[in-house]
């Protein structure tokens, strides 16, 4: 039995990663990146949990050399995400993670010891099961810092999605990526397109699987998982792809298509339909401004944001426009120029804490200020509304599809500068990659 984990990179998390303090000074160094390193016993343990997950489809593995690099350079990244989480001030408490580690022992229906008694058979300790799981929870709450700051969606783009959908049919897809480096030079660009016309080549000719073919050639960050990007709407799909997916039988492929990040080649594995909006019923929906101010980091950033909300409050209470206010002094730049409006929203949509302020206040009022996870806000409350709960929910299933497809976008182009900026020394087989932006 193996524990189950839902986690946006689990078999590279799972493989138990050690932070160098708790190794003998001696061991070999695979990787520096930045001021860190990362020791080749946790990139042997990555790598044999890779190997252990293909048992009996090894075949399908690239060469030894090329899956500990891609293995080690899946290590760099989670390297480099914590540590841009600890310098915006991402946490993850003892408590918060005590709770996650119990979470999934409930779901894998077993007791806190028993988790442990499990771990110790799969060849994990406990130790580096909890870090693992603390560089997960990192990064998520990076992804979702990055979200609230750069990622919007409008009425509009939600107008325009729902009247192009086509009957809520969700694709099952895969991608091949031949990766580009920023700045490509002809020559690189020359080879890009030889290798994935050769890959092409070999799937036309049916001497490949996709998925096999993705694991061995694809620069991606999902290649091991053969290229899955699971099932998505065509809300979710770029448009260099969407259209052409309407028209695909599952097992079509489609590509090369030069895109932001190199070449690419798109499977369609399979279809359905997609679930049914909700129905019946109405739902409140709120309009709503908001003035958020963000902690600085280091000892008394708290107290001093703290400090400006309160007076920005004072200043509305002693008769200032709050848009104005807004407009000068928000830190959330999504909202900030449209004097902070936040649109028509559900009470949970930017979470408890907010939804709760809204909900108890009336119209025009302006809250006390108050915290949640991105910092220290006061709301104005505009307006209210009932529409149907069925219109709503898929109202809200479509804005979370585009604002996915955007995220992903955005957040793969974010970690690939957060790559080209740092400072990455691999070590491992013949090859060795120094310098800065390496």
């Known amino acids: 039995m193996k524990i189950r984990i839902a986690s946006v990179c689990v078999a590279l998390l799972l493989a138990g990663t050690l932070h160098a303090q708790s190794v003998e000074p001696l061991e070999r160094i695979a990787a520096v990146v930045d001021e860190d390193v990362i020791l080749q016993s946790e990139l042997d343990r990555a790598v ?120 809520g049919a969700q694709y099952q897809l895969a991608h091949i990526l031949v990766a580009l480096p920023e700045g490509a030079t002809p020559e690189q660009i020359a080879t890009g397109q030889q290798k994935i016309d050769g890959i092409k080549s070999l799937l036309d ?93 280091g000892p008394g950033g708290d107290g001093e944001a703290k400090a400006r909300i309160d007076t920005l409050r004072a200043r509305i209470a002693g008769g200032a426009d709050f848009q104005e206010v807004a407009r000068e002094h928000s830190d959330d730049t ?35 200020p108050f915290k949640t996870q991105a910092g220290w806000h006061i709301v104005q409350r505009v307006a209210t509304r009932q529409t149907s709960a069925g219109d709503e929910n898929r109202r809200a299933q479509v804005r979370e599809a585009i604002g996915q497809r955007k995220l992903e976008d955005e957040w793969d182009r974010y970690v690939r500068e957060m790559r080209g900026e740092a400072y990455v020394d691999l070590r491992v087989g013949n090859e060795q990659a120094a310098g800065d932006g390496g």
């Open 334 to 368: 999504v909202s900030k120029a449209e004097g902070g409006d936040l649109g028509w929203f559900t009470q949970d949509e930017f979470g408890p804490e907010f939804g709760g302020q809204v909900s108890v206040l009336e119209d025009g009022q302006v809250s006390a």
């Open 48 to 167: 044999r949990n890779i190997v252990a997950q293909y048992a009996g489809r090894q075949n399908q593995l690239p060469p030894r050399a090329v899956l500990e690099r891609q293995v080690l350079e899946r290590l760099v990244l989670v390297k480099l995400q914590t540590a841009r989480a600890a310098e915006t001030g991402v946490r993850v408490s003892d408590p918060e993670l005590d709770m996650a580690i119990g979470n999934i022992a409930q779901q894998n229906n077993l007791s806190p010891d028993q988790l442990r008694q499990q771990l110790a058979r799969d060849g994990m300790s406990f130790d580096d099961f909890r870090s693992s799981l603390r560089d997960e929870m990192l990064i998520q709450r990076l992804r979702q810092r990055f979200a609230q700051s750069r990622i919007s969606v409008s009425d509009a783009e939600v107008d325009a999605a729902m009247s192009a959908q086509a009957g």
């Open 205 to 297: 000719r049916g001497e490949m699987e996709f998925g096999a073919a993705a694991v061995r050639y694809s620069d991606s960050p999902n290649a091991l998982e053969g290229g899955s990007l699971g099932w998505r709407s065509l809300d979710e799909i770029p448009v260099a792809f969407a259209n052409a997916i309407r028209t695909m039988s599952p097992g079509d492929v489609i590509g090369p298509i030069r895109g932001p990040s190199g070449f690419q080649l798109l499977q369609l594995v399979d279809t359905r339909e997609g679930a049914p909006a909700g129905a019946g019923g109405t739902v409140t929906q709120y309009s709503a401004r908001h003035i958020l101010v963000r902690p600085a980091e």
